[in-house]
């Protein structure tokens, strides 16, 4: 193996393929990426056998060959380089890599590419084409509800799913939801993995080759594709919430107010609310057409806000957690939000607003997003 390749090249190769690898493992031979070099590029792979990522680029290569060397190391070596060239060549006798830039030389260890793990292959059938925007998109606003807890793997997760011509993507704790989808005509499937690691493939796609994003779904693994990075991640099993259930269809008070006024107004009702419950009181009067936002404890202090609003239906007033409304209208590109109440004790949905005169699109890549938020009982102490 002897390739030459610029330093910017393999830097962007190096922290690319080193995502999934783990900082601490037992495992020598994950803690290592993969070099491969064909015919006239050079391709790096690192997994930690539940996702792994393959990504690639052209390069000088005087010979092929194969190996795997420490990641960590390799990265820390090509940061201190300061020529615009790099060298690498393999001495398969003693297993060393030989990094040459202008005159500095480091031989850096390695194991052979058989000791890497096996690269999942991709099944048989139809690949699905997406916009890369695009599903960047339906990643983002379909796995904010998740949460990293162990006991229950599926608040952790993002389903997706293909099916009657959308795409859909959710995730939700069972206290709040997202759901994102979008027109996409491709055979019905799914697959739920992992919330973190579809963040983290979805970030990788986001590079020049990344215009547009391939999806497989086997039944043990998804894969991602673009025109440099290659992903997969293995599936988690089980079965999925009923989350259609949990949507509201019909809403007995429904309000269309300011996104950053209520941002601005949930912000501040966070800096007095009670650690214990985080709790938001929303107020929806008909009559003034006015949005009150309400929060306090005995130790902090109490705020209270009118928002204009245009209200449809009965005054209501409803409890929630003030994270997952900043949580919801964060991912809110619109200037306006919509709010839907079902019932005082009944769930609430959150989702962009744009009237069909207006210009401004709901989410910038015909992506439709929803969010519901789960009420909570009046805390003691109501204020």
């Not at 601490?24 to 491969?36: D, H």
């Not at 048989?124 to 998109?137: H, N, P, Q, S």
């Not at 912000?267 to 609310?273: G, L, Y």
Request: charged share 25%; net charge negative; glycine share 6%.
């Amino acid at each position: 193996m002897n390739v030459t390749i610029s330093k910017d090249r393999l830097q962007w190769l190096v922290q690319t393929a080193s995502r999934p690898i783990p900082s601490r493992t037992t495992f020598t031979s994950i803690r290592g990426c993969l070099l491969e070099c064909t015919s006239d590029s050079l391709v790096l792979s690192g997994t930690n056998l539940d996702w792994g990522v393959r990504v690639s680029s052209e390069a000088d290569v005087r010979s092929s060959g194969s190996l795997v060397v420490s990641a960590k190391i390799l990265e820390d070596v090509v940061r201190t380089i300061s020529t615009p060239q790099v060298t690498l060549s393999l001495d398969e006798s003693a297993w060393a890599l030989t990094v040459k830039a202008g005159t500095s030389e480091m031989v850096l260890n390695a194991i052979p590419a058989d000791d890497f793990p096996r690269w999942p292959a991709s099944p048989d059938g139809e690949e699905i084409e997406l916009d890369g925007a695009l599903f960047r998109e339906l990643v983002k606003i379909g796995a904010t509800c998740a949460v990293s807890n162990p006991a229950r793997p599926l608040w952790g997760a993002c389903l997706l799913e293909f099916k009657e011509g959308k795409m859909i993507a959710v995730s939700t704790d069972q206290f709040a939801l997202s759901r994102a989808r979008a027109d996409v005509e491709a055979p019905e499937c799914r697959a739920i993995m992992s919330a973190t690691i579809l963040q983290d493939i979805a970030r990788l796609t986001d590079t020049e080759g990344g215009a547009k994003v391939t999806v497989k779904i086997s039944d043990n693994h998804a894969y991602f594709t673009t025109k440099d990075v290659s992903c997969f991640s293995r599936l988690i099993d089980g079965q999925y919430y009923a989350y259609e259930q949990v949507i509201p269809r019909r809403f007995v008070s429904s309000a269309r107010v300011s996104t950053e006024d209520l941002m601005r107004a949930a912000s501040r009702a966070a800096i007095v609310a009670s650690e214990e419950d985080r709790a938001m009181r929303m107020i929806l009067h008909k009559d003034t057409g006015t949005l009150t936002v309400k929060a306090g404890s005995p130790d902090r202090g109490r705020m209270e806000e009118d928002l204009p609003a245009v209200i449809e239906g009965e005054s209501i007033e409803i409890w929630v957690q003030h994270k997952y409304i900043l949580q919801a209208l964060g991912k809110i590109s619109t200037s306006h939000t919509f709010l839907g109440i079902s019932g005082q004790v009944s769930a609430m949905k959150v989702e962009p607003f744009s009237s069909e005169d207006s210009e401004e699109d709901s989410e910038g890549t015909k992506v439709e997003a929803a969010y519901v938020i789960m009420p909570m009982s009046s805390p003691r102490g109501a204020f």
